[in-house]
Nanobody, 125 residues
Framework: QVQLVESGGGLVQFGGSLRLSCAAS????????MYWFRQAPGKERDFVAA????????GYADSVKGRFTISRDNAKNTVYLQMNSLKPEDTAVYYC??????????????????WGQGTQVTVSS
């Protein structure tokens, strides 16, 4: 069993930055590829970023490419999402998810083994 706890959300102005963290319990963190998703009010949950087990390979949604960076520290059982040049349309609840296989950014929640509870990010204009 793995528990995921997100932190680092908050209110930021247009053009600002935030760094989200997702801390995982358990000793098998490195066995999971990690993903960030977000869900804005009234919208579906969307893929944001992903990172492989070793951290060598990453992937991003087109909407965040060049502004967001995903990274992980397996020694600390933590995955990060550095968000720069934030826009009001980035406002959402951000979730991290873990999967032992590469999901190819699937939007199906059942393709992931564990989910965090989410952290709110609000970008003011």
């Amino acid at each position: 069993q793995v528990q995921l706890v997100e932190s680092g959300g908050g209110l930021v102005q247009f053009g600002g930055s935030l760094r989200l963290s997702c801390a995982a319990s358990g000793r098998t963190f490195s066995a999971y590829a990690m993903y960030w998703f977000r869900q804005a009010p009234g919208k579906e949950r969307d893929f944001v970023a992903a990172i492989t087990w070793s951290g060598v390979t990453t992937g991003y949604a087109d909407s965040v490419k060049g502004r967001f960076t995903i990274s992980r520290d397996n020694a600390k059982n933590t995955v990060y999402l550095q968000m720069n040049s934030l826009k009001p349309e980035d406002t959402a609840v951000y979730y991290c998810a873990a999967a032992q296989r590469w999901t190819y950014y699937s939007a199906n929640a059942n393709d992931y083994d564990f989910w965090g509870q989410g952290t709110q990010v609000t970008v003011s204009s």
